[in-house]
């Protein structure tokens, strides 16, 4: 399974590399990953590459990812390039309305690309008090409703648990179950 990553700096993106690096490792699989930061520590773009299975670099080649997630709608259209025909992208939409895109659609349905879309922003302004310090959370949530994501939520959530800061671990437990259930239903 290979994964790509993406949104701005300060959005958890490492730590969600890290939720499916133990994930992977739970199950005894082999785990490789990337980073690059870019302008990370200025709201600028980061990307993560990350990679199970038995491959040999951590990086991604364009047109070959599995699944893309984006924290951020404008980083995740920036990187679509990233998914194989087929792939699924799990994107955190603000305009959902861009989505609608008749080239962006045209571009999706010729590659067979899906698209699981969550209100990130909103779901967090609604049940965490505009606290976006969890969407990273609310986006693996997300992923774990998904059968392409190959994650379950117990495995998710158990690795969330004991990765988490203690002071965070409650509510990040919270958000995962929000971001589940967004998708769920």
């Known amino acids: 399974m290979q994964y790509v990553i993406v949104g701005l700096g300060g959005q958890g993106i490492l730590f969600s590399s890290k939720v499916l690096g133990q994930i992977a490792l739970s199950r005894g699989e082999r785990v490789l990953g990337s980073e690059v930061h870019g302008m990370a520590q200025r709201g600028g773009s980061v990307i993560s590459h990350f990679k199970i299975g038995s491959y040999h670099s951590p990086l991604v080649r364009a047109g070959e990812a599995d699944l893309l997630l ?14 194989r025909d087929g792939g699924m992208l799990v994107v955190n939409v603000h305009q959902k309305e861009a989505l609608e895109n008749e080239r962006l659609r045209s571009y999706l349905d010729s590659r067979r690309i899906g698209v699981r879309a969550i209100e990130g922003y909103e779901i967090l302004k609604k049940e965490m008090g505009g606290r976006f310090l969890f969407l990273n959370v609310l986006i693996l949530g997300a992923l774990s409703a998904t059968v392409e994501g190959g994650v379950s939520y117990d495995e998710v959530k158990q690795a969330v648990a ?5 002071r965070f671990r409650t509510e990040n437990l919270k958000v995962l179950a929000l971001g589940h259930e967004a998708l769920q239903g």
Do not use: D
């Open 70 to 83: 984006a924290f951020e709608q404008g980083e995740g259209f920036r990187n679509l390039h990233f998914l």
């Open 162 to 166: 004991e990765l988490s800061p203690e």
